[in-house]
Nanobody, 121 residues
Framework: QVQLVESGGGLVQAGGSLRLSCAAS????????MGWFRQTPGKERELLAA????????YYADSVKGRFTISRDNAKNTVYLQMNSLKPEDTAVYYC??????????????WGQGTQVTVSS
C-alpha cells in the first residue's frame, strides 16, 4: 500500500506562514491524486486542497482559498501545502491523503498519521 508521512507542523502566530510536506513511499502511481485535510475535535475531517498527481488541476476549499497553495514534486514523490495568513481557526491536525479516482476530489483512501498545526492569537 501507499505510505504517507506528513511533516512541517508546529506553532505559529496568527498572520504567519507554515509549509507542510507529505512524502509518499511504497507503491506510488502517477495516477494518484493527493489532498490535504484537517480535523479538529468534534468536527468532520475537511478537505482543504487537492491536486492531480500528473496534472496541474487543483481544488481549494473556500475556507483556505487565496491563503493556502498545494503543490507537488513528482520526482520526490512529495506534495506540499503552503499556508499563509494563518488564523487561530486554522488550528487542527493536518493530514495528507492519496486518491486513485478520476475525480480527484474524491476517493481518498490512503492517509498519513497527521501533523499538528497550532496558530496562536
Amino acid at each position: 500500500q501507499v505510505q504517507l508521512v506528513e511533516s512541517g507542523g508546529g506553532l505559529v502566530q496568527a498572520g504567519g506562514s507554515l509549509r507542510l510536506s507529505c512524502a509518499a513511499s511504497g507503491r506510488t502511481f502517477s495516477s494518484y491524486a493527493m489532498g490535504w485535510f484537517r480535523q479538529t475535535p468534534g468536527k468532520e475531517r475537511e478537505l482543504l486542497a487537492a491536486i492531480s498527481w500528473s496534472s496541474a488541476n487543483t481544488y481549494y476549499a473556500d475556507s483556505v482559498k487565496g491563503r493556502f497553495t498545494i503543490s507537488r514534486d513528482n520526482a520526490k514523490n512529495t506534495v506540499y501545502l503552503q499556508m499563509n495568513s494563518l488564523k487561530p481557526e486554522d488550528t487542527a491536525v493536518y493530514y495528507c491523503a492519496a486518491s486513485n479516482s478520476l475525480i480527484f476530489t474524491t476517493g481518498y483512501r490512503y492517509w498519513g498519521q497527521g501533523t499538528q498545526v497550532t496558530v496562536s492569537s
